[in-house]
Structure formats: structure tokens, C-alpha cells
């Protein structure tokens, strides 16, 4: 395996259940260890409240872990987050420079890639108006195409890998699968083991924030699903 | 992290925030009937509740009076919806902290930035005014540019520290708007603090709105030169805010991603 990007040691994220000093904190990640090589493709699974969100979060930077180590070469990482701070009464184009400023790009690479969002998104004429005037499909056909512009060295998925109608999410899967296929290195969460099966190389298993077990896509699918919680939980 | 590369991520949050402050004006525009024109209906509106109390029904026995109180409520309210505005940045944008890795001090600095625009239309509106009714521009107008300069440091840290503290302690927003009217009572915004006893005005020296404002009204009334060394101690005091505010800021960011929702 080559070099790792990104590695985890042990590391532990915990919460402030309440807001008051003094209140109880819990440990959403109590230890999780991994290494995340260059191109790699890990599924994350485990079950509701393990602390794969959590886990996303701190790959991508936003959550800075409470305990452990995280050791990062100089590659970005990035959530893949629609509709990032979307305003109701700007038209969709500035939403998409404000969201793509707020995605990491410049301001010239957004500009550049305007037309490309109007025309992956569909939305026409609307792209002028403001975007409180959308049904939801369309929010979500704009967010969609605006993430997709970001291409970080690490792309992070939580669950989602398609949105909108049928016709759109055959197109956005399909978009989304190329760019994973494309080589980026992705951790992707996800339920379902169809999903992980096609996208990934290798599965992390956590429960209750600690990493379970770390391998192959059969193996670690199949040691999770002859664990006797799943039997009980399903 | 190498010099080009921070270089390159400074430059990307510049382009943020202005874009941000373009947004945050625009989408106010667009939130209301009359739009743009509420920049001055509101501030103009404010003045003549001020004007009607103390002018009309207390008689104020002020010497120019009404360009007095304009000029003080002019550079009073910039410095107020600074600091009420950027002061709840932060917490207003939690969702977007919890989202993407951003530097949280750009949330308050758009806010500071998009009432600055506004209040560069509503000082425009002021110098008119104060020209048509015989205070005419003057050699001294050279050191408005410094006083506004050490008036936005001084609002911009006072924002930030609130900005730092309000996600913690959201209770604090009940407490900004009774200390901001006490302040500008005590800054002498709608009545001279002429009548502050001799001890005391050692203190009031101290409060930067009331040095600025006194130093405002001297330059676009009197072509007056402002007391530089009173205005050095509050540049100093504006900048000690400044700094304390980043620096809680930066200190504070990891934690407001664990706050409860």
C-alpha cells in the first residue's frame, strides 16, 4: 500500500450534550484508527449512532478530535455538502458563486464553471431567478451541480449519491460514480451494501465510535452482518 | 502549510467575504418593498424620534443642536449595527460551521463590512445636509478618514468578542441591546456630557465612541482638529479589542462545531 494521506490513531471526538458549563460531555468517536492511502475508496458502515458522521467530519478537517492523533499530508478534503449557504433571495447563479466560494474555489474557477452548472442543472431561465422561487428538485439539482464543481484530493460522502427526481438521479449517480471511478480517493458512509459493493475497495466498520474491524469489502461486510446485533436490529 | 499556498487561502476568503457582503446586501434589498431606499428611511426615521424628544419636547438648550444630534446618531448607529449585527454572526451561522471548514471570523466581518457600505450612503446623506445648513467642508475633513478608520476597529473588535462568546452563552443577546442604549446615553450621543463631574470625565475619556464622536463633530461642525493624543489612546484601546476578539475567535472555532443543536 502506498504512502497513507490521511491517518487516524486512536483518535476520540467528543460532544457537549447540553449548553452549560460543566454539562456531560459524550464521546461520539471513542477510538478509531485508520489509514487512508491515495486513491483508495473506503465504505464506512455501522450502524445509526456509531459515529460515522462524525468520523466524515473529522477526515474533512471540520471537527478537530478531542483525543488521538490525525496526521494529513497537504491534500484537501472535502465534505460532498449540498446547497452550502444558499441564500432565499439571491437568483441561482449567485448562489452557486457563493457556494462554490464557500466550497474552496476562486472566484474566476466558480466563473469558469457557470455555464457547466447551468447546464448539468437544467435549470434554464430559473438559474436567474431567485432561488425561492424553486421546487425542491431544482434546490437540489443547483446543490448538486455546484458540489460537483469542487474536485478535492479526498471526496467525503455521507449516504447521499444521488438527488432529484428519477431522471436526475440516474444523471447524478452516474456523474458521481465517474468521478469516484475516476481515481479520487473517497470514504464513502453508507447503509446500503449494494452501494459499498460498487464503490469501494475496502470497508471500516465502527460501533458505538470504535473501529471494528478494517479490510476487504467481503470480509468486513460479512463478518457485520454475522455480528449478532445486525440479526437483532434488522 | 507553505507561504504560496496561504497566500492562495487568504485570498480566497477575501474574495468570500466581499462576495458574502454583495449577497448579504443584495438578498436585504430584495427582502423588502422599498429596498435600498430603507438605508436612509430607517436611520432618518430613528433621528426624527430622537430629534422629536429632546429637540421639541425637552428643548434642548444645545448650540446646533439638530446637526449635533445628526452627526452623533450618524456615527452612533454605524458602531451599533456593527456590533449587534457581527456580535450574533457566528451563531446565526452555527449550520454553516458545522458544514464547511471556514475561518468563523468572516461571518462577523461580513456583517461589519455589508453596515459599513450603508453607512458610507448615510455619512454622503450627513455631509449634504450639514453643507446646505451653513457648515461648510473644511481644511479638517483630512482627519475624518482616521477617525472613521479607529471607529471600525474599535466596532469590528467589539463584535468580535461578541461574536466569540454568543454561541456559548446565547442569553447574552438580552443583555447587547440594554448595554448598547446605556452606552449611548453615556457616549453623549443625544445630549453633551458637559455636565459629567470633573472626576469622572478621566473615565469617560476612556470610551472611544465619545472620544470619535466628539472628534467627528469637531471636523464636519467647527473645522475643528481632533485631540490627537486622546484619539491615540482609544486607537490603542480599539485595537486591544481588535486583537482580543480574533484571537478568541480563532481560539473558540474548534468548540462551536461541538455545540449542542
Same mark, same amino acid.
Given at each position: ?11 476520540? =471526538? ?63 478534503? +472535502?465534505?460532498?455538502?449540498?446547497? =452550502? ?32 452548472? &447551468? ?9 436567474? +431567478? ?19 464543481? =469542487?474536485?478535492?484530493?479526498? &471526496? ?12 436526475? +438521479? ?49 470480509? =468486513? ?14 | ?9 487568504? !485570498? ?228 486591544? !479589542? ?20
Amino acid at each position: 500500500m502506498s504512502e497513507p494521506i490521511i491517518t487516524l490513531e486512536n483518535v476520540g =471526538v467528543a460532544f457537549n450534550a447540553r449548553l452549560r458549563a460543566g454539562s456531560p460531555r459524550f464521546w461520539a468517536l471513542e477510538d478509531v484508527s485508520l489509514r487512508l492511502a491515495r486513491g483508495q475508496r473506503l465504505g464506512v458502515i455501522g450502524r445509526n449512532g456509531a459515529g460515522k458522521s462524525t468520523l466524515l467530519r473529522t477526515l474533512a478537517g471540520i471537527l478537530v478530535p478531542d483525543r488521538g492523533r490525525v496526521v494529513r499530508a497537504a491534500v484537501s478534503c +472535502q465534505l460532498l455538502s449540498l446547497s =452550502v449557504g444558499f441564500m432565499h433571495h439571491l437568483s441561482g447563479r449567485d448562489n452557486a458563486i457563493l457556494s462554490g466560494l464557500m466550497l474552496g474555489l476562486r472566484r474566476r474557477e466558480i466563473e469558469n464553471r457557470l455555464a457547466a452548472i &447551468l447546464e448539468f442543472s437544467e435549470l434554464g431561465d430559473f438559474f436567474e +431567478q431567485p432561488i425561492s422561487s424553486y421546487s425542491t428538485g431544482m434546490l437540489l439539482r443547483l446543490g448538486f451541480s455546484v458540489a460537483m464543481q =469542487v474536485e478535492p484530493d479526498v &471526496l467525503l460522502i455521507d449516504e447521499v449519491l444521488a438527488v432529484g427526481d428519477a431522471d436526475f +438521479q440516474q444523471k447524478s449517480g452516474s456523474a458521481l460514480r465517474q468521478r469516484i471511478q475516476g481515481g479520487t480517493t473517497v470514504v464513502f458512509v453508507s447503509h446500503g451494501d449494494a452501494q459499498i459493493r460498487q464503490v469501494c475497495d475496502s470497508v471500516l466498520w465502527i460501533e458505538h465510535g470504535r473501529s471494528v474491524m478494517l479490510g476487504a469489502v467481503d470480509t =468486513v461486510l460479512g463478518a457485520y452482518h454475522a455480528a449478532p446485533h445486525v440479526a437483532k436490529a434488522q | 502549510m507553505t507561504g504560496p499556498a496561504t497566500a492562495r487561502m487568504r !485570498l480566497h476568503y477575501v474574495e468570500l467575504v466581499l462576495f458574502s457582503t454583495y449577497a448579504e446586501l443584495r438578498a436585504e434589498r430584495s427582502r423588502s418593498y422599498l429596498g435600498l431606499l430603507w438605508w436612509i428611511i430607517e436611520p432618518a426615521m430613528n433621528m426624527g424620534v430622537y430629534y422629536l424628544v429632546f429637540a421639541v419636547i425637552l428643548g434642548s438648550a444645545q448650540v446646533d443642536y439638530v446637526p449635533f444630534l445628526l452627526v452623533g446618531l450618524t456615527l452612533w448607529q454605524w458602531f451599533k449595527s456593527c456590533v449587534s449585527h457581527g456580535g450574533y454572526a457566528i451563531w446565526v451561522q452555527l449550520g454553516l460551521v458545522r458544514q464547511v471548514r471556514l475561518p468563523a471570523q468572516l461571518f462577523p466581518t461580513v456583517q461589519i463590512l455589508a453596515d459599513s457600505v450603508k453607512f458610507v450612503f448615510i455619512l454622503g446623506l450627513l455631509v449634504a445636509i450639514l453643507w446646505a445648513s451653513g457648515y461648510p467642508p473644511n481644511l479638517t475633513y483630512i482627519a475624518l478618514p482616521v477617525v472613521l478608520f479607529i471607529e471600525l476597529i474599535f466596532a469590528a473588535g467589539a463584535a468580535y468578542v461578541l461574536a466569540a462568546l454568543v454561541p456559548f452563552v446565547p442569553d447574552l443577546r438580552f443583555i447587547i441591546e440594554q448595554v448598547l442604549q446605556v452606552m449611548m446615553f453615556l457616549s453623549g450621543i443625544v445630549f453633551a456630557l458637559d455636565r459629567v463631574p470633573e472626576p469622572l470625565r478621566r473615565w469617560f475619556a476612556l470610551n472611544p465612541i465619545a472620544v470619535l464622536v466628539d472628534a467627528g463633530r469637531g471636523i464636519l461642525m467647527y473645522a475643528r482638529w481632533p485631540d490627537w493624543s486622546a484619539l491615540a489612546t482609544v486607537a490603542l484601546i480599539s485595537l486591544a !479589542l481588535f486583537a482580543a476578539g480574533s484571537w478568541l475567535i480563532a481560539r473558540l472555532t474548534p468548540r462551536y462545531v461541538k455545540l449542542p443543536l
